[in-house]
């Protein structure tokens, strides 16, 4: 089983900062990795796939990088409704899927 | 607009049985796998169960193997999860989700609004 772990656990700042996400994996899941954002009562939203992809919708300021074990999602310059919990997730070798723990990223 | 709802979830003492259903709207859904994920109570996201969109191939965590059971009726447009020798561990919201493209590729680009299941005595 692919293990995912991310960090920090915890991300604080505030709106207009730019926030750097990080995702590691146990063993290699080339570029099939994919981002989700969940605030509070909410289902995950998927919003970047195959490493670097944009899914519908989701704004330009959201960008993925990475390949192989180390990957990272990038928000350009934070909104207010950006600040939420954030999984990675990888699809290389399943079953099983796994998620990341998570990382918050909150109001400084 | 695609919609997932999720239905048949609640209460149930360790050792019982719940099935879980999510009626699809929006999309072509015979085209589609459909998976199950959940999220136990200030936890993170767990992959449960994925069926493909004929129903013929079906994958398990490790965790629900051998007690839990995903089936589809592609006339009905729903996705089912039957549950049975339920555990405290299992208590979660199960959201049912939609794969992002006709070939499975593990991507999940829609979610329904969960449905909690809460086991316990």
Do not use: H
Request: proline share 5%; glycine share 10%.
């Amino acid at each position: 089983e692919i293990v995912l772990t991310q960090s920090p656990a915890t991300l604080s700042l505030s709106p207009g900062e730019r926030a750097t996400l990080s995702c590691r994996a146990s063993q290699s899941v080339s570029n099939y990795l994919a981002w989700y954002q969940q605030k509070p009562g909410q289902a995950p939203r998927l919003l970047i796939y195959d490493t670097s992809n944009r899914a519908t919708g989701i704004p330009a300021r959201f960008s993925g990088s990475g390949s192989g074990t180390d990957f990272t999602l990038t928000i350009s310059s934070l909104e207010p409704e950006d600040f939420a919990v954030y999984y990675c997730q990888q699809r290389s070798n399943w079953p099983p899927l796994t998620f990341g723990p998570g990382t918050k990223v909150d109001l400084k | 607009e695609v919609q997932l709802l999720e239905s048949g979830g609640g209460l149930v003492q360790p050792g019982g049985s719940l099935r879980l259903s999510c009626a699809a709207s929006g999309f072509t859904f015979s085209n589609y796998a459909m998976s199950w994920v959940r999220q136990a109570p200030g936890k993170g996201v767990e992959w449960v169960s994925t069926i493909s969109s004929t129903g013929r191939s079906a994958y398990y965590a490790g965790s629900v193997k051998g007690r839990f059971t995903i089936s589809r009726d592609n006339s009905m447009n729903t996705v089912y999860l039957q549950m049975n020798s339920l555990r405290v561990e299992d208590t979660a919201v199960y959201y049912c989700a939609k794969d992002k493209t006709g070939n499975f590729v593990g991507w999940f680009d829609s979610w329904g609004q969960g449905s909690l299941v809460t086991v316990s005595s």
